[in-house]
């Protein structure tokens, strides 16, 4: 009887990917696959080790397994993925209930891993971090309907506070031809929407192609048909170009949506994190980017607390949210992460004041989008269905300004049922929080 294996995948849309690929090969090698984990032979956990919340959540999944393992459910836990990448054999020696720790570079081989794992063999394995797949089958964990599309991995930015590069390498893209033809599966298996991400979406081709080719993917990825709806996530503000606003703007099927994370408006905060820009050159940018797309929705990422962060920079950061009137936002407390520059600063910021100001930002941004879902009251907007949510008694999907996982969702009800990946259009009556409600029409 061929073995059960489940897979636990943790922290970014980037990781999952790669969760998915190993789930193709472990398929491919005889493996049935668990959405239960209780009901599996071996359980993968696919761990983040990115801060030091994400590196606890993947400890805690591999003790909570372990109970399982201990009352005979499981037989074997494989730890894979950036946590194991970035500390290695420490990990087995710190959670001795693990029988495979093995780094990215490994996980072409997942099936042999898995196999002698269950065999009572301890595997400990780290080859080159280059070594990790760029190419190949996926097991779609997502909805039928979208997914993630990844079209570089690693990073070169280098910024003080991530380690990013530490972990998975520097950046290298994917060529364009197979990004298409993969894409092109998806859209025949039924995706209706493909969010494009990297670590750095916007340096795409400079490695392979020395030039920047994001905007050209696109445009080739708008000329699938069945694909409705492209997302692009992770943008770096230094490589937004006037070439990639024009596509955005002027191809159908990309959402007028732009993730740009900018961490920080303080020119000084900025070069110490090893970025550029200031408050100006930055709500220039968006200044920009808003007069060349009409109606586009920004999201980003902030740190609030970085070291020497003082009260007139974090004062500077709220001024500049405020300015900004970012449409969707997230905030978070500085982790000092080893072997980063930035955990040797001067004048860590203590932790208490890290949160406090994380909070403030996030306060602060909730007023911001309560008042964009005041102005989307009245409108009727195109919904991309999700499915049926039966505890609110209603329908659930998300509308162009909504990125799947981290952003809200739009609520409606329906006299015709619809599919799941159907685009519909909802009147939207009210919000509720973040999340828009309304009727279809």
């Known amino acids: 009887m061929p073995n059960t294996v489940g897979i636990v995948s943790l922290g970014c849309a980037k990781n999952r990917v790669d969760a998915e690929m190993m789930m193709y090969q472990l398929h491919k090698a005889g493996f049935i696959l668990k959405q239960d984990h209780a009901m599996a032979d071996a359980v993968i956990v696919n761990t983040c080790g990115f801060i030091e919340g994400a590196k606890q959540e993947s400890i805690d999944e591999i003790l909570e397994l372990a109970q399982l393992k201990k009352e005979g459910k499981i037989k074997a836990i494989i730890v894979t993925g950036c946590l194991a990448e970035r500390y290695q054999s420490e990990v087995m020696k710190e959670l001795a209930e693990a029988d495979a720790v093995i780094g990215i570079g490994r996980n072409a081989d997942i099936a042999d891993v898995v196999r002698k794992a269950l065999d009572g063999e301890k595997v400990e394995s780290f080859p080159d971090?280059?070594?990790?797949?760029?190419?190949?089958?996926?097991?779609?964990?997502?909805?039928r309907h979208w997914a993630y599309l990844k079209i570089a991995d690693g990073c070169d930015n280098c910024c003080t506070y991530c380690a990013i590069p530490l972990i998975r390498g520097g950046f290298r893209s994917r060529k364009m031809e197979n990004i298409v033809e993969e894409a092109e599966r998806l859209v025949k298996n039924g995706v209706k929407e493909l969010n494009v991400i990297a670590q750095d979406t916007t340096r795409y081709g400079e490695d392979i192609y020395g030039e920047l080719k994001l905007a050209e993917l696109l445009r080739q990825l708008c000329k699938i048909d069945g694909l409705k709806w492209i997302r692009i996530l992770y943008c770096y503000p230094d490589r937004i170009t006037d070439e990639l606003l024009d596509t955005i703007r002027e191809e159908e099927k990309i959402v007028k949506y732009i993730d740009l994370p900018l961490q920080h408006c303080s020119g000084r905060i900025l070069r110490a994190m090893n970025r550029r820009g200031d408050k100006e050159s930055l709500l220039a940018l968006i200044d920009r980017i808003?007069?060349?797309?009409?109606?586009?929705?920004?999201?980003?990422?902030?740190?609030?607390?970085?070291?020497?962060?003082?009260?007139?920079?974090?004062?500077?950061?709220?001024?500049?949210?405020?300015?900004?009137?970012?449409e969707r936002l997230g905030c978070?407390?500085?982790?000092?992460?080893?072997?980063?520059?930035?955990a040797i600063l001067p004048d860590q910021v203590d932790e208490d004041v890290k949160n406090h100001r994380a909070e403030l930002i996030t306060e602060q941004e909730a007023l911001i989008i309560d008042s964009f879902c005041d102005s989307v009251v009245g409108k009727e907007i195109d919904?991309?269905?999700?499915?049926?949510?039966?505890?609110?008694?209603?329908?659930?999907?998300?509308?162009?300004?909504?990125a799947p996982e981290v952003d809200p969702v739009v609520f409606f009800t329906a006299e015709k049922r619809p599919s799941p990946g159907d685009i519909v259009r909802v009147k939207i009556t009210d919000h509720i929080d973040c999340d828009l409600t309304g009727e279809m029409q």
């Open 290 to 326: 808003r007069e060349r797309i009409p109606g586009v929705i920004l999201r980003t990422t902030l740190i609030a607390g970085f070291p020497g962060e003082t009260d007139e920079d974090f004062e500077e950061l709220c001024d500049f949210v405020a300015k900004a009137r970012f």
């Open 332 to 342: 978070f407390a500085y982790s000092q992460e080893e072997d980063t520059p930035a």
């Open 383 to 402: 919904v991309l269905v999700d499915g049926f949510d039966r505890y609110a008694d209603c329908w659930t999907g998300r509308s162009a300004y909504d």
């Open 129 to 143: 971090k280059m070594a990790l797949p760029m190419e190949g089958g996926r097991v779609q964990s997502t909805d």
